[in-house]
């Protein structure tokens, strides 16, 4: 926060500053960074050094995660958008990504229908939650066991609540869900790692723009493992699902064998990505 970084070594938590050679190479510092670190007095130290990383995401942004809950919600109104690019995310960064569906008291048949309709088989599996009915929350526990995980998703989902539940010491700030605009507040301002059952939890910021900048649009429909079973019969090798004559997965969209709004979806991300690609070349 503001610079100053709490670095966990042997002898317990160290509060350090970056060496000033760090920040003249600009180079950043993430949440879950494994990093060598210089002891200067009790408590306090430097960063000296910032070793490889396994992965990073973007958005939120952490390094050298296991694992992503994605957490949805019937409330605020689910932007499946975002869980389809945090998902393109953990596929491009080799990352396990669960979906975690909370206020599963709240949620409508319906809902559920719907989640299952657009993910299943697609993430390393779907958990059924409840931060204020204790529901699921074993569960959670046992997927958290051993893995450094990160808590992504939408403001207002429950993430906070969550770990709060899990992690009782945590204490993090819950936001209400504004009634007018129907949106999560912001609550969670920054990133941190808990300690949990010799792993870590990471809880984030909610956020609801996510660029994927690390795909080309042409190559987007290799990481739908929905589409890849279907598009081995598209006429053309390299088709893209938008506009090509005798595309397999088009067929299996209107034959409802592939979701129609997930696809939907592809078709304003590929858009998106084809924009930001006009713009940079
Ligand atoms: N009905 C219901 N509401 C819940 C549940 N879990 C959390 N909430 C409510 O959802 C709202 C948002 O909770 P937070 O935990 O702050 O959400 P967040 O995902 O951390 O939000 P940001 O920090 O803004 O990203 C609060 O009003 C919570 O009380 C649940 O299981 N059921
Ligand atoms: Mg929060
Ligand atoms: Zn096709």
């Known amino acids: 926060m503001g610079g100053v970084f709490e670095v966990l070594t042997d002898e317990g938590k160290m509060i350090c500053y970056p060496r000033k050679k760090l920040r003249h190479e600009e180079q950043d510092i993430l949440v879950g960074d494994e990093v060598t670190a210089q002891k200067i007095s009790r408590g306090k130290g430097s960063i000296e050094e910032v070793l490889p990383r396994k992965n990073r ?69 779907i958990v059924t939650v409840s931060a204020h009915k204790l529901i699921g929350i074993d569960k959670l526990k046992e997927l958290l066991k051993g893995k450094i995980t990160c808590f992504a998703g939408q403001s207002g989902v429950g993430k906070t609540s969550l770990l709060n539940v899990i992690l009782p010491e945590y204490k993090g700030e819950i936001g209400a869900i504004s009634a007018k605009i129907q949106r999560g507040k912001n609550t969670t301002r920054h990133t941190q790692l808990f300690g949990f059952e010799d792993g870590f939890i990471v809880d984030t910021p909610g956020f609801s723009l996510l660029e994927i900048e690390d795909i080309k649009s042409d190559k987007l429909a290799s990481y739908y493992d929905d589409f890849s079973e279907f598009s081995a019969d598209c006429k053309y090798k390299n088709c893209t699902h938008i506009s090509e004559p005798n595309c397999a997965v088009k067929k299996a969209v209107e034959k409802g064998e592939i979701c129609g709004e997930r696809y939907e979806r592809y078709l304003d991300i590929f858009k998106e990505i084809r924009e930001a690609e006009k713009n940079k070349y």
Request: with cysteine; aromatic share 8%.
């Open 57 to 125: 995401m973007k958005r939120p942004v952490v390094a050298n995660i296991d694992q992503v809950f994605i957490v949805t919600a019937p409330m605020p109104p689910a932007d499946f958008s975002l869980v389809d690019k945090i998902l393109l995310n953990c596929k491009t960064q080799n990352i396990s990504a669960v979906i975690v569906i909370n206020k599963c008291e709240a949620a409508s048949q319906h809902f559920f229908d719907r989640v299952l309709h657009n993910y299943d088989g697609l993430s390393d599996g």
